[in-house]
């Protein structure tokens, strides 16, 4: 993934959007690509490094099958993989879970983006009173969210390589 206000997928949620993505039908690495950036509408395109490998493990579970030999191999989902997604499809919102989905910090990223916008304009029309005070919200901010962190609610997520049913796939 790349590009700005763009992060990494937990590898779990990148099986499970390729695994949705083929429900539209058989596609290679590309087409799949270019389906999952339409259905997050522009918010996520995973790279090739993460969509080819991830087929090829998908295929050797027997998730997916190739249709057509040829380059650009196509995919479809086999009986199995339709299966997998029945069984993890548990939320009740399109794209829940999804690599773009807000539960993923959108709206964190969209906050900080708003931030830097702000930031940026008080760095070119400013004071100079106005940029220190501005620095100085900016330090106390950068102090108050760290010490959120510091506080490891219940709620807190856990370690990525633990919590996902879906990275037993490709264990």
Avoid: C
Avoid at 36 to 50: F, I
């Amino acid at each position: 993934m790349s590009g700005p206000h763009r992060s990494r997928a937990r590898r779990g949620a990148v099986i499970a959007a390729v695994l949705g993505a083929l429900q539209d039908g058989p596609s290679h690495g590309y087409g799949i690509m270019d389906r999952l950036e339409n259905q997050s509408e522009g918010r996520w395109r995973p790279s090739p490094g993460s969509v080819y490998p991830t087929l090829g493990r998908l295929a050797s579970k027997g998730l997916i099958e190739v249709v057509t030999a040829t380059e650009p191999k196509e995919f479809q989902l086999t009986d199995e993989g339709r299966a997998w997604l029945d069984s993890h499809s548990d939320s009740a919102e399109p794209g829940e879970g999804m690599p773009w989905s807000a539960g993923q910090g959108q709206g964190l990223r969209s906050a900080v983006s708003q931030l830097a916008g702000a930031t940026k304009q008080v760095g070119r029309f400013g004071s100079d009173d106005q940029r220190k005070q501005a620095q100085e919200l900016i330090e106390e901010s950068t102090r108050l969210i760290y010490a959120l962190l510091a506080q490891q609610p219940n709620n807190a997520p856990k370690d990525d390589s633990t919590d996902d049913p879906a990275d037993s796939v490709l264990n």
